[in-house]
């Protein structure tokens, strides 16, 4: 249960991130409202797999694959 819960956050976290060009600034409405939505399922997320997990490996785990991901993009 703790993994899926921060996989969930992870890719909240990038849908967050990918929707932040979007916004312009915040000055478009949907985008800023996914970027939101987004960051705050993350952060939902992170805490209810910091239940299971211990901070270290969620962290660690978290790091790992959004640099993964974030490489893969360039």
Avoid: H
């Avoid at 921060?6 to 600034?25: C, D, M, P, Q, S």
């Avoid at 939902?44 to 974030?70: E, G, M, V």
Wanted: proline content about 1%.
């Amino acid at each position: 249960m703790g993994f899926v819960s921060l996989g969930l956050a992870i890719v909240l976290e990038l849908l967050g991130t990918t929707f932040l060009k979007y916004t312009l600034g915040f000055t478009k409405l949907s985008p800023s409202l996914v970027v939101v939505a987004a960051y705050t399922g993350a952060f939902y997320f992170l805490s209810r797999s910091l239940q299971f997990i211990d901070l270290n490996i969620a962290y660690a785990t978290w790091a790992c694959l959004l640099y993964t991901s974030d490489a893969a993009d360039e």
